[in-house]
Each structure stands twice: as structure tokens, then as C-alpha cells.
């Protein structure tokens, strides 16, 4: 029968046997803790952050947003200084460059250079400041011991003109990069925005008017106002992109002597600050690696195009990132379950690859900092801890397996071989025991090859196909000396397809003439081991011919695999030509003795009783009663073997009959003998519960009568005059035994001599005959309870005998009750 596929089992202890299924679930689950364990680390802890930034940074690097044309930046650069002198320069210079810029009518202007001592020229430059909203920066101090910070404003005249103060303070990371800006910094008593903070909240309001107007999502403006009110720093990371240094640029000089047009200058934002080199403060942000370490001027510039764009990135809460990185673990620990190592690497590498993308969309489509590195470093430290135990496991689960079958007792000869030492590490004594696993592997497949060629009889082997795998050497021979072609590769019906069918095994039962129609009606497709409607036929067997006109028996059997499995199949040629012959022979002897030697001794037997009529002497009269009685005794004992060997061989006609009806014509037929004696026979029945009346068994009617007269013929022999013969019929419902068949049960019992107890093991044995001494005047011929016991035993019952010497005979006789019988099956007859 064809089996499914076997599917892949989700079970972990599938993998490495049942034992090792709990081991397996416990380091499973410490592997998962220990990620867990990581991830909290790394998110929680910071322990990543290092590499969490430089990813970060790498992000970044991948995508330039557009910067605002509405900022303009003049730079104090080199040319500058060259042209106006050493710095600092005088504050009136300041002031002529405000009061040039004001005559293009700038929206703002942003200062970024600090004027925190007095000078005369204070009042000079608060007036050109007041001339434009101009806002001004403010140096706020590291905090002291209590936490306390120093705001550095600028001097009063000028703080008072401006539009708004702010701090320019920049913080680096821990790797000395400046990634994020606070926009509200202090202390408890004082905080302060910054610089670019007031002007973005100036466009916010309507304060300051660009041309045209940056649009600033709604929630992000929000979420400005909510920080301002409860205090919170209101820290974000600043989107550097490679063209952070590409604002329009204008040359201090350049617009202090009047060169640069007003239009450049009208409606924009100008941001001033120092670039020259040497003089400004350098700092390394993202961008670095292309652009360079860049001044805080232009810093400052990326901080208000962000704020006035609502570009600001998000950094993710821990606890964000602790949940969003434990979801890959789970993935990957669920797959470590049911995927192979292969695979699991897969989901590794798939998983790592969707959580740096995953994070990468975030950052760029939600504004949103989420790092990836967390997730991928846990599962990149639990995939080879997994892995390596993994690996440990199949290689324990294999050395004890490889070791428990090199200390099994090889099954097949072997030739002595000296005492081989396993040494070395651990592989190589792994790789010891396989290659001594893999010689027995080896030694028993030439084994089953030298078996299947050593036996006599054609054996083939087949797939689950159908198709020939291996053919013996006697199969080959067969084939060959029918002129047909070799028989592997070919289909099982195509090479047994020239055998031409003869009959089913029956046992001549009504069914199996039904069995051979069946049989003729499909041939030869029940040469087709795959057809399960022929298996249980095939099983059994059935008789066919060869060209060659000899008789073989066919029979099927079914290959399986340790687990119960159908591999394929396995067909047997036995042939039983000289079997038949000799049946032949057995038939004919039979003839012998029941025709050519019962009609001679009736002969003599009509002869005598002529003579007896005419004799008148007494010694006539007596030679004749010997003559009589020896010929008796020769009828009768070549009728019982006649009776004996019929009942080893035939067929048997079974039919439903009760039981109490053949005791009663058993008992009919002895009844003159028994009457002689004046004996007594009675019948009794005894009914339980789940038998029925009448007794009914399915028995062939002629042989089990016979078997019955028998036994009480030797209870009326062996029993004296004036007894008592009793036969007790009782069923019996099998309930020892779970699924047994219903039986029922005959016992005669006699009060004859009985038998004594070294004798009743011998009782059932062709030519025994017992009180042979006591009783000479008793002839037999010794085959009566032979008889009695292949006909009960072929019928599928028990015969019990219990005696002693003057108690009396017991037999009991139990046999199947007809709902349990095979009563369409007959009985085969013994070869």
C-alpha cells in the first residue's frame, strides 16, 4: 500500500529523538533569555550606542534633503579678513553691515557672534540692530558642582535691541560628534531656547514673514508649544544631509562695500557668522567624512531649516526599541524550532536585513530614529550560541547511538581483527565510530545479498513502483532458462506475466470457487504488487505454471521500514512440482488401501461365512472365527488409516451444524455396542450466559461425527458393564482474554479403567493402544484418537483428556462457536 510523504514535524523532539526533547526546549529557551538578556542590554544599557550612531550616520549619508532658499548666510571668511583687517573688528564695522543689510529689508537677521563685554560703539551698533529684527546669541556655561549654569548674554544695549536672545551651545556625542541640538537649555532658575528656536516661533506666529511660507506640520508645531510649557528640552537629532554647506553664500566684505544686489538679501533670513579659518569652532557631524568638520554658523543654519521645515528627527524611547527588537528575536527563536541550520541562517540574514530596512524607512518616511542595532546584535550573538548547542546535541545524540551500536555484539561473522582504540579529539573519534558503523552497514548488505542469492528458490524485490530492484541468482537462472529477459528494471506483472494461473489456495471451501473466478477474472493483474484490492489474495498465494509446464507457488509479501512503513515488496517462486508428484503418489496408496486391499479381507470375509455353514467340526468352526477375526482386524485397521490419512489431507466441507445434533448421531450409531453392555448414554447441556441453544459450530459434519464415535467406542471398550456414559455439552464466553472467540466445549466421560498418568501424553500417537494386557479380548489398530485429534486440531479446537486408573476417561472437545468461525473458509489440507 502506498504511504504519504512524511511531513515536517513541529515537534523538537522529532528532531533528536525523545530523549533529548526536553533538553532541547530548556536550551531553547536559555538561548531566547540569554538574547534577551542582550537586547536589554543594548537598548536599555546603551551598550550599542557606539554602533547605533554610526549607523546612523551611514543612514543620513543615503539621502540629501533640499535646503531653504529663504536662508542666507555671510561668512567672516578669509577674504574678508584679508580686506578689513585683523579679528575683532571694530563693533561700528558690525553696525555699517547691519545698516547696509537693512536697506534690502531682510525678514530676520541672526548674529552668531557674541558681544558679551561693553565698548563705546554699543549704542552705534544697538541702533542698526534695532533696524531689523535681529536676534543675538547667548554662551551659556558647563554646570558647576550643583548643577548651576552661567547664561553669557551679550551686553545690555544690544540685548535690548535685539529680537530675540538665544543660546548657540552644541553638544557632541561620546564619540565627538554633534548629531542632536536641545532647544531649550538652563538651569532650574533660568532656561533658554535656542538661537534658532525664537525665529522659528517668530514664523510660526505670523511674526516674520518668508515668501514663501515653510510649511511646518501641524503636530510638530504642537509638540514645540507643549515643550516650551513643561519644561522639557524638547531634544531632537538634526537630518545633516552631504549639502549642508550649500545656502547662498555672500563675503562679509562684500556685502559691507555695497557689491551684493538687495533682492539677494530681501525677504531672507540671514544668518552671520564666522568662517574664516582659524577662527570659527569646528565641529564633526554625520557628514564629516565628506564634508569635513563644519562651523557652528552653518550648523545653526541646518538647526533653523529643520525647525522650519519640521524636518526634526525623533529619537525612539528605549523601551521602543527594547519591544521593537525583541520581535526578530521571536521570529528567529520560533524558526529555530522547526527550520534547518541553513535556513534558520537565512531568517537571520532576512531578519536583519527587513530590521535595517524597517528602520532606515522609518528614519526617512516618519522622521523617527529607531535603531536596528539591538535586534541584530542579539540575534547575531543567539544564531551561533544556538547553533554551536545545537551542534553539540547531534553530535552527544550521535556518538551515544554510534557508541551504543559499537558495543552491541556484531549479528554476522566477522573476522578477527585486532582491538581498535578510538584516540584522538572528539571529531575524529566521531568520524572512528561512523566509519565503523558504516563497515557493519556495508557487512550486512553483502550479507542480505549473500542470503537472498544463497536460497534456492526465485526471490524478487521490488519498490514501491512495482518495479524490480534485485533479483537473486536462482530468480536469473529461472528467467533464463525461460528465454526471458532479466528481470531488474522491468515492472513486477511484465516479468511474471508469462506464468500462466492454475488456482487460489483453498481449502475447498463454497468460497474459494469464488476466489478462482475472481482470480481468473483479473490475470494477470494481480501481479501488480501497487493493486490493494489483490494484496490479501496474493498474500496467501496462488498455484501457477511456467512455460516450461512446471507448477510454482506465487506468493507476495510486504517490505516496511522500521517505522511500519510500506518500502515495496517481495515475490516468491517455490516450486511444488515433486509436491504434487508425491500427492499423487499419497492418492494413489490411498486408492491402494481402501480399494485393493478392503476387497480381498471382504472376500475372505463372505468366504468364511460360506464355509462357516457347511463346517460341522468344531476345529473347522474354529479356524474359521480366527480366519474372521484377523481379516476384521486387517479391514479395519486399513479403514482407520484410509480414515487418518483423509482426514491429514482433504478438504474439508465446512457447514453451520450444532453440536448437541452430532452427539446425538454419535451416539445413535454406538448405541448397539453400548446396548450389548448394558451401558448407559446420557446427554446433557449446560447454557451461560451468551451461549445459544443448540450449540452451533461450523465443523465438517461426516469427520467430526466420526472423531466423536470414536471417542465413545473406547469409552464403551474400556468400561464394564452396567456404567454410565455421560456427554455434556457447554458453551463458554470468553472473558480471560480480551477479543477471544466463543467457544464450545463436548465432554464424554466414562467410569471405565481409566489411564494412567505416564500414559495420557502418548495417548494421541499413531499404533497406541492401551490395557492391551488387561483387556486382549479389545482389538484396534491404535489410529482411533490419532484421528480424533487431527480433525479437532484442523478444525481450530482443543482435545483435553483427563483419567486416572479406576476413575474413568474424561475427553473434552472444544472448538469456536459459528459467530466466531470462518464459516465461508475451509480448511487446507497438510502436505
Known amino acids: 500500500m502506498l504511504t504519504t510523504p512524511t511531513r515536517l514535524s513541529l515537534d523538537p523532539r522529532a528532531r533528536l529523538g525523545r530523549r533529548a526533547g526536553w533538553r532541547f526546549l530548556f536550551e531553547w529557551l536559555s538561548v531566547g533569555c540569554f538574547g534577551i538578556v542582550v537586547i536589554l542590554l543594548c537598548s536599555l544599557g546603551r551598550l550599542s550606542a557606539g554602533v547605533d550612531q554610526l549607523v546612523y550616520d551611514r543612514f543620513l549619508s543615503l539621502r540629501t534633503q533640499p535646503l531653504l532658499t529663504d536662508i542666507v548666510m555671510i561668512e567672516i571668511d578669509n577674504a574678508s579678513i584679508a580686506q578689513l583687517g585683523r579679528w575683532p573688528w571694530p563693533r561700528s564695522v558690525h553696525a555699517k553691515l547691519l545698516e547696509e543689510i537693512a536697506k534690502a ?4 537677521v541672526i548674529f552668531d557672534v557674541l558681544f558679551t563685554e561693553a565698548n563705546p560703539e554699543d549704542e552705534q551698533l544697538a541702533h542698526a540692530i534695532a533696524l531689523s529684527p535681529t536676534y543675538l546669541p547667548v554662551l551659556l556655561t558647563a554646570p558647576d558642582a550643583s548643577g548651576r549654569r552661567v547664561a553669557i548674554e551679550p551686553a545690555a544695549p544690544l540685548a535690548q535691541a535685539a529680537a530675540g536672545l538665544g543660546h548657540i551651545n552644541l553638544e557632541v556625542d561620546s564619540d565627538g560628534i554633534v548629531r542632536s541640538v536641545a532647544q531649550y537649555e538652563g538651569d532650574a532658575g533660568s532656561r533658554w531656547p535656542q538661537l534658532m528656536v525664537p525665529v522659528a516661533d517668530a514664523v510660526e506666529r505670523g511674526t516674520l514673514r518668508l515668501n514663501p511660507a515653510p510649511r511646518r506640520p501641524a503636530q510638530l508645531e504642537a509638540a514645540s508649544r507643549s515643550r516650551r510649557d513643561d519644561g522639557d528640552e524638547g531634544r531632537f537629532l538634526i537630518p545633516f544631509g552631504l549639502n549642508a554647506e550649500n545656502y547662498t553664500k555672500l563675503s562679509f566684505a562684500s556685502v559691507l562695500a555695497g557689491d551684493v544686489q538687495a533682492d539677494k538679501l530681501r525677504g531672507r533670513i540671514v544668518v552671520i ?52 527588537s525583541l520581535l526578530p528575536l521571536a521570529a528567529l527563536l520560533a524558526g529555530f524550532l522547526v527550520l534547518s541550520p541553513l535556513r534558520s541562517l537565512l531568517l537571520t540574514v532576512g531578519l536583519g536585513v527587513l530590521a535595517t530596512a524597517g528602520s532606515a524607512a522609518l528614519l526617512h518616511g516618519a522622521r523617527l530614529w529607531l535603531s536596528p542595532m539591538p535586534a541584530i546584535i542579539g540575534m547575531v550573538i543567539v544564531y551561533p550560541i544556538w547553533n554551536w548547542r545545537r551542534l553539540e546535541m547531534t553530535l552527544a545524540y550521535l556518538r551515544e547511538e554510534l557508541q551504543r551500536l559499537a558495543d552491541e555484539p556484531h549479528l554476522l561473522p566477522e573476522t578477527p581483527q585486532r582491538r581498535r582504540e578510538f584516540s584522538g579529539d572528539v571529531l575524529a573519534q566521531h568520524m572512528a565510530l561512523m566509519a565503523q558503523a558504516a563497515q557493519r552497514v556495508q557487512d550486512m548488505k553483502r550479507f542480505v545479498w549473500d542470503s537472498l542469492d544463497s536460497m534456492p528458490e526465485p526471490i524478487l524485490v521490488s519498490d514501491l513502483r512495482g518495479v524490480v530492484l534485485i533479483a537473486n541468482h536462482a530468480a536469473k537462472a529461472h528467467f533464463a532458462r525461460l528465454g526471458a529477459p532479466l528481470p531488474e528494471g522491468r515492472p513486477m506483472q511484465a516479468v511474471l506475466g508469462g506464468l500462466t494461473l492454475v488456482k487460489t489456495i483453498d481449502n475447498g471451501a463454497a468460497s474459494d470457487a469464488e476466489h478462482n473466478r475472481f482470480a481468473h477474472a483479473h490475470w494477470p493483474e494481480l501481479l501488480d504488487p501497487t493493486r490493494d484490492e489483490f494484496a490479501a489474495l496474493m498474500a496467501q498465494g496462488v498455484e501457477v505454471r511456467d512455460a516450461n509446464q512446471r507448477d510454482h507457488l506465487l506468493r507476495f509479501a510486504t517490505c516496511t521500514n522500521a517505522q511500519g512503513e510500506t518500502t515495496g515488496w517481495i515475490a516468491g517462486l517455490v516450486d511444488v512440482s515433486a509436491l504434487h508428484a508425491a500427492e499423487r503418489q499419497r492418492e494413489d496408496a ?18 468364511v461365512e460360506i464355509e462357516r455353514r457347511r463346517a460341522e467340526s468344531a476345529v473347522a468352526r474354529g479356524l474359521l472365527e480366527h480366519i474372521e477375526r484377523y481379516a476384521r482386524r486387517a479391514l479395519t485397521l486399513a479403514d482407520d488409516f484410509v480414515q487418518l490419512a483423509r482426514a491429514e489431507s482433504q478438504a474439508y466441507v465446512l457447514e453451520a451444524v450444532s453440536f448437541a445434533e452430532l452427539i446425538i448421531n454419535a451416539s445413535d450409531e454406538v448405541w448397539p455396542q453400548a446396548h450389548a453392555k448394558h451401558i448407559t448414554l446420557h446427554t446433557e447441556a449446560h447454557v ?20 466423536l464415535v470414536n471417542i465413545l467406542n473406547n469409552a464403551i471398550k474400556y468400561s464394564p458393564p452396567e456404567t454410565r456414559i455421560v456427554c455434556s455439552l457447554e458453551g463458554r464466553t470468553a472473558t480471560a482474554v480480551p477479543g477471544a472467540p466463543r467457544r464450545v466445549s463436548c465432554t464424554i466421560r466414562d467410569q471405565g479403567y481409566g489411564i494412567p498418568k505416564e500414559q495420557q501424553a ?31 486440531t484442523r478444525h481450530g479446537g482443543d482435545v483435553v483428556v483427563v483419567s486416572a486408573p479406576g ?5 473434552t472437545i472444544c472448538l469456536p462457536a459459528l459467530d466466531d468461525a470462518q464459516s465461508g473458509a475451509s480448511v487446507a489440507p497438510h502436505s
Do not use: N
Not at 529689508?105 to 530676520?108: E, L, V, W
Not at 490411498?590 to 468366504?607: E, F, G, K, N, Y
Open 105 to 108: 529689508g531682510p525678514a530676520a
Open 688 to 707: 451461560d450466559a451468551g451461549s445459544d441453544d443448540g450449540y452451533w459450530i461450523c465443523v465438517d459434519r461426516s469427520l467430526m461425527t466420526r472423531a
Open 273 to 324: 557668522g564666522v568662517t574664516a579659518s582659524g577662527l570659527y569652532d569646528r565641529f564633526a557631524t554625520p557628514v564629516s567624512g565628506d564634508l569635513g568638520p563644519l562651523p557652528g554658523v552653518y550648523i545653526h543654519a541646518d538647526v533653523l531649516d529643520t525647525l522650519l521645515t519640521g524636518r526634526e528627527i525623533e529619537p525612539a524611547g528605549r523601551w521602543v526599541v527594547l519591544a521593537a
Open 807 to 811: 476413575e474413568g476417561t474424561a475427553f
Open 762 to 792: 502418548r495417548l494421541f500417537e499413531r499404533f497406541r493402544r492401551f490395557h492391551a494386557k488387561e483387556r486382549p479380548e479389545v482389538g484396534g489398530a491404535g489410529l482411533g484418537m490419532a484421528f480424533v485429534k487431527t480433525v479437532v
Open 590 to 607: 490411498l486408492r491402494l488401501l481402501s480399494h485393493d486391499m478392503r476387497s480381498p479381507q471382504a472376500s475372505i470375509l463372505a468366504l
